[in-house]
T-cell receptor, first 116, second 115 residues
Framework: DQQVKQNSPSLSVQEGRISILNCDYT??????FLWYKKYPAEGPTFLIS?????DKNEDGRFTVFLNKSAKHLSLHIVPSQPGDSAVYFC???????????????FGSGTQLTVLP | DTAVSQTPKYLVTQMGNDKSIKCEQN?????MYWYKQDSKKFLKIMFS???????INETVPNRFSPKSPDKAHLNLHINSLELGDSAVYFC??????????????FGQGTRLTVV
């Protein structure tokens, strides 16, 4: 039962254009959403996040949009650069059991390739 | 200066052996985690641990056990290794925020191969 879904396993974009990565979730208890970037043989690195009370968060070339009613979020990268080529994981956070700890639930990732 | 470090990076071992993966964080975080990335590339939480409680994902076999000697370390012990345990294991840490969440920082991963 996947609570966080990334339906596109891969995406190719030309350098300088916009990259849009999508993510859907099913659990309405998620209250914080994050995007992580992962290069081969490395751990995921945090990219950008958004609280469920917001609908947009921007950080340089990266913008995350949240549509709570549709349970959908997206990551926009503008302009895309070859160094952005990596696997991007969407993650959602909620509290665990008694509420004193939190956990991240990850999607399956999208391989982004930015072509020069 | 690595924030979250895991050792070893690669581990090849035979079925039935017992092995440990070490994790240390120097961020002063109060919560540490173990995640497993399976063959389908899903990152699934195995354990969440802070100085108050250990939360175990109920799907994790009891052959897996986390051990935390102190707040900066969360080691993963695996007994009687099976072929299906082959995966990449990631350690992570985060700090509980007063009203929200702070991002988790991940180690570089340990690729475990059981032969």
């Amino acid at each position: 039962d996947q609570q966080v879904k990334q339906n596109s396993p891969s995406l190719s974009v030309q350098e300088g254009r916009i990259s849009i990565l999508n993510c859907d979730y099913t659990n309405s208890m998620f209250d914080y959403f994050l995007w992580y970037k992962k290069y081969p043989a490395e751990g995921p690195t945090f990219l950008i996040s958004i609280s469920s009370i917001k609908d947009k968060n921007e950080d340089g070339r990266f913008t995350v949009f949240l549509n709570k009613s549709a349970k959908h979020l997206s990551l926009h990268i503008v302009p895309s650069q070859p160094g952005d080529s990596a696997v991007y994981f969407c993650a959602a956070s909620d509290t665990i059991s008694s509420g004193s700890a939190r956990q991240l639930t990850f999607g399956s990732g999208t391989q982004l390739t930015v072509l020069p | 200066d690595t924030a979250v470090s895991q050792t070893p990076k690669y581990l090849v071992t035979q079925m039935g052996n017992d092995k440990s993966i070490k994790c240390e964080q120097n961020l002063g975080h109060d919560t540490m985690y173990w995640y497993k990335q399976d063959s389908k590339k899903f990152l699934k939480i195995m354990f969440s641990y802070n100085n108050k409680e250990l939360i175990i994902n109920e799907t994790v076999p009891n052959r897996f056990s986390p051990k935390s000697p102190d707040k900066a370390h969360l080691n993963l012990h695996i007994n009687s290794l099976e072929l299906g345990d082959s995966a990449v294991y990631f350690c992570a840490s985060s700090q509980a925020a007063g009203n929200g969440y702070t991002e988790a920082f991940f180690g570089q991963g340990t690729r475990l191969t059981v032969v």
